[in-house]
């Protein structure tokens, strides 16, 4: 064969190394991309897949950071540089809320960038969970460029909601009689989930002010799990039954009388549900790690072996598939965190 028909491994199609990696763990891949300039362009364009963040409540000892990798089944701790360790109490992307002792702030701990918050309000104490509107940008300088755009909310042990806007001075109360079953962050207000699965709806800007409360028509408020996650452009409330029987509605607004729909597929979506975090992935992007679309995963955490059992709950047949089980300590609460860029 003449020298000049001899083609390069590294000019291998892009198509041609997706058949390759189909096998290969996190691991495996990370070395791919250490053979050559166009191999390493290929493995960039690859989706990391999520973690998981296992955190124990209500401790803030300095064991925080320890990840559970779905593409390769191993848990890892970041090297702690000074950022605080304690309590993770919510998250955005791969900004956490931290509660280091009832002091809070935001840790990105890959980049082990820290922002501290101030002290909460008086009539808010010890938040049980919290969100963020969106991730903070920041300047060469370590500076934030989008003030008005970062809002954290988050629900304390008392049943009192928090509000605090990156850059205020203080946080402030919103006063809410309802007991508020999940909140989220969508079109640019903030929508709480109440107990018969009625919603109230906030609008954030320029000042909090409550916009409207809505009885929503729904048969299946009685379920124990009930949170709310934003897919597609449509806002869904997943409820799970004591039999751990998943079902998935959509907000119907199209009349003035809101309605609770049924989702009977999410198709290539997948959904995350813990009892502090709810998110909605494209099992597309994630398709070399074996994530499914039209799922539901959740974690089942064993009190006496402390261990997470990670499942998959099938929306078509309605069946449960175990996937595996992490060794998980005393860690109770699960939160899924999107890896860094590389």
């Given amino acids: 064969m003449d020298s000049c028909d001899v083609r390069s491994w590294c000019d291998l199609p892009e198509d041609l190394l997706e058949l390759i990696i189909k096998g290969f763990d996190l691991k495996d891949i990370v070395l791919l991309g250490a053979v050559c300039v166009s191999w390493s362009s290929f493995v960039r364009k690859i989706p990391k897949v999520p973690l998981l963040l296992f955190t124990e409540r209500g401790n803030w000892g300095d064991s925080l950071e320890w990840f559970y990798s779905l593409s390769d089944g191993k848990c890892f701790r970041l090297p702690n540089q000074g950022a605080p360790r304690g309590r993770c109490c919510g998250s955005f992307e791969r900004w956490l809320i931290i509660d280091m002792d009832h002091q809070y702030s935001l840790l990105d701990p890959f980049s082990n960038t820290q922002i501290l918050l101030p002290p909460l309000c008086e009539e808010v104490e010890g938040l049980r969970m919290a969100i963020l509107s969106s991730a903070p940008i920041l300047d060469s300088n370590n ?183 992490i060794d998980s300590g005393s860690a109770e609460d699960v939160i899924l965190v999107a890896q860094n860029s590389q």
């Fill in 143 to 325: 500076n934030i460029v989008n003030y008005n755009e970062c809002m954290i909310v988050g629900y304390s042990e008392f049943e009192k909601l928090g509000f605090y806007r990156l850059g205020d001075k203080t946080w402030s109360l919103l006063e809410v009689e309802e007991y508020c079953e999940d909140f989220i962050f969508s079109e640019g207000r903030l929508y709480i989930l109440t107990s018969e699965a009625g919603l109230i709806v906030w609008v954030l800007s320029p000042n909090p002010r409550c916009r409207m409360k809505c009885p929503v028509n729904f048969r299946y408020a009685k379920m124990h799990l009930k949170k709310l996650v934003e897919s597609g452009g449509e806002l869904l409330l997943i409820g799970e039954t004591e039999e751990e029987d998943f079902r998935v509605f959509k907000l119907d607004r199209s009349s003035a009388e809101w309605n609770w729909v049924a989702v009977e597929s999410l198709g290539d979506q997948m959904l995350f549900v813990s009892r502090i975090d709810s998110k909605s992935l494209s099992a597309i992007d994630f398709k070399f790690w074996g994530l499914r679309g039209n799922h539901i995963y959740f974690t089942i955490y064993n009190w006496d072996d402390h261990y997470h059992d990670l499942c998959a709950f099938n929306l078509e047949d309605r069946e449960i598939d175990f996937c595996f089980q």
